[in-house]
């Protein structure tokens, strides 16, 4: 099977493409699958030699809630990491930097979304308390030297209030970047972006920031995923999430597709002349252990193409 | 469930696009599930209450060969044809035209690989020898006042012969229309188009034919069918193949995804400000059915988001 198809690119759009795995991180908190810690720095650490630079290893949230989760301090102190890695761990809130901290977090994200609903039924809060919330982690983070990275969800549409104001998107992304948020992905937590919609919020988030500072968390809810990628980076965006064998996905539609698949989104950039720094082959092999080992529904089509025996 | 997003266009591609809907032949043909004379006919009917115009409804091969075909001169003499539709029947020789035209098939397909070997594993001969049988049947489909459409298979990849020539690919159309073959249905059979690729086969397919002659059949197996279909649409084709619930596929790759579902092709166009004339909504019922009341396993993105309990 070929890596690559051999695609000259035929825009002028960057050639390089930096892609944050979160499959051990968003990816696991929405499976059925349990990983244990070791099980999980495994996972962590066969990604990062397929050529992962950037890792999502979990989330310091109390297990009553997310019980995937639970161990996160143990999967970060157990990490081989290497250089030139930026392992995120996800804090939700100043006890959850403390634990990060404690645990030897260089890298940590912070989260919050544009709508209001959706930003209540997650958090129990407001927009605004949550952004207070997160104010207070950002600046402890920072002035503990770490890196920050700030996620706005269902930026594309909400399942409870349709279409979001992409104006109040990019006030939000502001107010995160004036507190030292050093990037910020958008995302797109339950599918519901088009393709133009998508290149056009992108545009207009790099116009304002930079493509240094702005990265597409998308999700193939309704088949879209992959366009809407193409649409983006064609548009200028360098960053963008992805969860090995798609992984994970919206709580409130079990059985659909998740998180775009790490395989379907390096097979798509290399496939149209972009590069990742990752092997795909690997990533195949990756998410059949997911699959044999710890019996994981994986939904990427070309982790599902490479299981009908071509690989 | 909102069937189209509002999104207006940002391009000046057209507006209206036309899907032929494979599934009851292409779909069902590479499917374990067995539907029988009447249920094909009762599939093929809700698809055009869908809005479906263009629907291929079977194949006139030996049932020997294809079983799941067998009963197609039952299937159209049962259906209750309504006018503005098309009902394709598939024509592998003179014996499968003289049984079309016996059960009244007014439109009738053709079909040859662009890849040698492919042509040799599906059809026991050589691509000239499969254009000089072509020739014979679509002489005798044109004496008797029917409309012909061809099929090239494998354009955009082999999976024994990896890349294929586009050039021999344009000479083969070239050839078919000569023929008197209407429209040229270009087949990603194994999906190993890229979206460059696709979109730069297309635009030479368009300048050298029309839009109104040119089709593409996609296959999502890699994941690229919705993205592939983008770009093609924005160079300017207007026919596009699809099959309902993502039914059929390769062969050669079981379990892998199929023909591009009809429900993820159908919501990528409403989402782009374009026009089917097909309610998203009945599709997702036929879906339903198919996996409800027959057992099919079906692999569209929308459907599993409709199974999800949103629809």
Redo the contacts between chains.
């Keep these: 099977m070929?890596d690559s198809?051999g695609?000259t690119?035929?825009t002028s759009t960057p050639n390089s493409i930096r892609i944050v795995e979160v499959g051990p991180r968003d990816g696991l908190q929405n499976e059925r699958v349990r990983l244990n810690p070791a099980e999980r720095i495994r996972l962590i650490e066969r990604l990062v030699d397929a050529g992962v630079r950037e890792v999502e290893v979990g989330s310091f949230v109390h297990p009553r809630w997310i019980p995937q989760m639970a161990g996160t301090d143990e999967v970060l102190r157990g990490l081989h990491r290497q250089e030139g890695v930026a392992y995120w761990a996800l804090v939700p809130n100043r006890r959850g930097l403390d634990n990060a901290l404690e645990a030897g977090a260089e890298h940590v994200a912070v989260f919050v979304s544009s709508s209001e609903t959706h930003n209540r039924r997650n958090l129990n809060r407001s927009i605004d308390e949550s952004i207070e919330n997160v104010r207070e982690v950002v600046s402890d983070a920072r002035q503990e030297g770490l890196t920050v990275r700030g996620y706005i969800s269902t930026v594309f549409?909400c399942?409870w209030e349709?279409d979001i104001d992409f104006d109040r998107v990019l006030d939000i992304a502001r107010e995160l970047f004036a507190m030292g948020v050093a990037e910020i992905s958008f995302g797109d937590t339950t599918?519901?972006g088009?393709?133009?919609?998508v290149?056009?919020g992108m545009t207009r988030a790099l116009d304002a920031f930079g493509p240094e500072r702005v990265a597409l968390h998308l999700h193939?809810?309704?088949?879209?995923a992959?366009?809407n990628?193409?649409?983006a980076v064609e548009a200028g965006v360098t960053t963008l999430d992805a969860s090995i064998g798609g992984m994970g996905g919206c709580p409130?539609?079990?059985?659909?597709?998740g998180n775009v698949?790490t395989?379907?989104l390096v097979?798509?950039l290399h496939?149209?002349?972009r590069n990742t720094g990752i092997r795909l082959e690997d990533l195949l092999g990756i998410s059949r252990s997911l699959e044999d080992e710890h019996g994981a529904t994986l939904?990427?089509?070309?982790h599902?193409?490479s299981?009908?025996?071509?690989s």
Excluded: W
């Design positions: 070929a198809e695609t690119p035929t549409g399942p349709g599918g519901m088009t393709p133009y919609q290149r056009d193939d809810t309704r088949g879209l992959v366009a990628a193409l649409l409130y539609a079990a059985g659909a597709s698949g395989e379907d097979h798509l496939a149209t002349g939904r990427s089509r070309y599902a193409y299981r009908a025996g071509h």
